[in-house]
């Protein structure tokens, strides 16, 4: 069987099943679907893993909603930022609420994959567009966990996949993957991104950079993933000009294809409010905006100083906690995309004003900060490993619960 050789992002040889152009296939090369199906058999472990911590999640969810009588099916799909994706799938853009203090909370904050796919269900199956967002959630979700895994095992191995998809499931706020929310759809675009720029499929990773740019505002943190890298390749092959050519005829349509859904949906609202700042604008009548982090030092200040001492502490313990595993993955050695999609989502979460308790979700999608305790974890002897994996899996669902039942994300 012919196994040809690509380039990956930083010049390293990849290994291709597919035929190079103008030959015709082996005819024991194995088809795409059952390299789909390997790959998958490969994943599984992982995709069963993570299943079981969210439905431990939504249980814990269920079960602490007998006692205050708020059903698990609502607080997933019909508060907060899912109403206004429902709206927007059963109603199109359009709709502005005013509310006292001179903010002005417009839908068009909000990006339109997500509202396009409850759409789409709903017209093919007799679902809700609330309902449509749980299952587009849920898929989406095995979805970001399949490409979190094939990161992971690509790089250091399949024990450290597992791991890595175990420790994004288990987040303390991870039971925003199961609700109505842009988060998973957007951190399986993102996670199959960066995968399909280490192995050098570059018009893939662009194409889905454009995906992601439809999802959410952080998209920007995708495009520069493919952007930097590439420029980076580019730079590193002119200071050696005896090596290696480039795949520039790959390379090209996946940075010209990255931003443009990104592009496309800022210019739309531009257009339709008449500014060229008009998605700024629409994010400024929410109080959002970009202030260095000055705010949100503000915020941890006034706890650090009032009765709130104890918030404050935990949520500057947050911030050290998040740097540190940051260094960690750069001394780990982590390749370039992934230190950039983790390292843009962090400064667009913390240099970020207003809606400080949805900074945890924010940076949902950074998935790479978590490699380090992931290759920790695979390092234990199992029953150690165990033991972590289901005390934090039970944390997590307990404190889910707990959030979602209290103040919740905004």
């Given at each position: ?261 990104w592009l496309a949906y800022v210019a739309w609202v531009g257009a339709r409010t ?137």
């Amino acid at each position: 069987m012919a196994r040809l050789t690509s380039r990956c992002w930083d010049n390293r040889p990849v290994t291709s099943l597919a035929p190079s152009p103008g030959t015709a296939r082996d005819a024991d090369a194995p088809p795409r679907a059952a390299a789909a199906g390997a790959a998958l058999r490969r994943a599984a472990p992982a995709l069963l893993l993570y299943a079981a911590v969210r439905a431990l999640g939504v249980v814990a969810l269920a079960l602490w909603g007998l006692a205050d009588g708020k059903g698990a099916r609502h607080l997933l799909s019909a508060r907060w930022d899912s109403l206004w994706y429902a709206r927007i799938a059963e109603q199109g853009y359009g709709y502005t609420l005013h509310l006292p203090g001179g903010k002005v909370h417009s839908d068009m904050a909000f990006f339109p994959l997500l509202p396009w796919l409850e759409r789409g269900l709903s017209a093919l199956f007799p679902l809700s567009a609330g309902d449509a967002g749980l299952v587009v959630a849920a898929v989406a979700s095995l979805a970001a966990a399949w490409g979190i895994f094939a990161v992971g095992d690509h790089l250091y191995g399949r024990r450290t996949g597992v791991a890595l998809v175990v420790l994004w499931a288990a987040l303390p706020v991870g039971v925003v993957q199961s609700m109505a929310y842009s988060e998973s759809l957007f951190t399986a675009l993102a996670a199959w991104s960066v995968y399909a720029v280490l192995t050098g499929r570059w018009a893939a990773a662009g194409a889905l950079a454009a995906l992601a740019g439809l999802t959410r505002p952080v998209g920007a943190a995708v495009v520069a993933a493919v952007w930097i890298t590439a420029a980076v390749a580019v730079l590193r092959a002119r200071r050696r000009p005896g090596g290696p050519p480039l795949p520039l005829g790959r390379m090209l349509p996946g940075v010209a294809l990255a931003p443009l859904g990104w592009l496309a949906y800022v210019a739309w609202v531009g257009a339709r409010t008449g500014s060229v700042t008009g998605y700024l604008d629409v994010q400024g009548g929410w109080g959002n905006g970009f202030d260095g982090g000055l705010a949100f030092g503000s915020f941890i200040g006034e706890r650090l100083a009032g009765p709130a001492f104890p918030a404050g502490l935990g949520l500057l313990a947050g911030v050290v906690l998040v740097g540190l595993l940051y260094r960690a993955g750069v001394r780990q050695g982590q390749p370039l995309p992934l230190l950039v999609l983790s390292g843009t989502v962090l400064l667009l979460a913390l240099t970020a004003k207003g809606y400080f308790g949805s900074k945890p979700r924010l940076m949902m999608p950074a998935f790479p900060l978590l490699l380090p305790l992931a290759a920790a974890l695979v390092r234990l002897r199992t029953v150690h490993a165990v033991t972590v994996v289901t005390f934090v899996a039970l944390a997590s669902a307990v404190y889910g619960a707990f959030w979602l039942h209290g103040s919740g994300p905004p």
